[in-house]
């Protein structure tokens, strides 16, 4: 079992920075590959990045690509994602989630794609 606590969120100004923590248990947790995702009010829980087991790779959504940066530390058993210039299109609540077994290098960008997930926090941007 892989249990995952978000961490970081809250509420900043437009242009503002957050850093979000996810604290993953186990002591394999540099086998996973990692994900951030975010869900609006009223829309569908959608892809913000992923990265692989040793972070040699990472991937980013468009809206988020140049602002955001995802890292790992597996010492630590965490993942980060750093937040720049936030948007008030920003404003959701963001989840980590973790692939267990996956190719190496490789990054993941479906939900279904992700075994674990955290309980989410909340980041609201205001205008």
């Known amino acids: 079992q892989v249990q995952l606590v978000e961490s970081g969120g809250g509420l900043v100004q437009a242009g503002g920075s957050l850093r979000l923590s996810c604290a993953a248990s186990?002591?394999?947790?540099?086998?996973?590959?990692m994900g951030w995702f975010r869900q609006a009010p009223g829309k569908e829980r959608e892809f913000v990045a992923s990265?692989?087991?040793?972070?040699?790779?990472?991937y980013y959504a468009d809206s988020v690509k140049g602002r955001f940066t995802i890292s790992r530390d597996n010492a630590k058993n965490t993942v980060y994602l750093q937040m720049i210039t936030l948007k008030p299109e920003d404003t959701a609540v963001y989840y980590c989630?973790?692939?267990?077994?996956?190719?190496?290098?490789?990054?993941?960008?479906?939900?279904?794609?992700?075994?674990?997930w955290g309980q989410g926090t909340q980041v609201t941007v205001s205008s």
């Open positions: 990265i692989s087991v040793r972070g040699a790779s990472t």
């Open positions: 186990g002591r394999t947790f540099s086998n996973y590959a």
């Open positions: 989630a973790a692939r267990t077994f996956p190719v190496s290098k490789s990054v993941y960008v479906r939900e279904d794609e992700y075994g674990y």
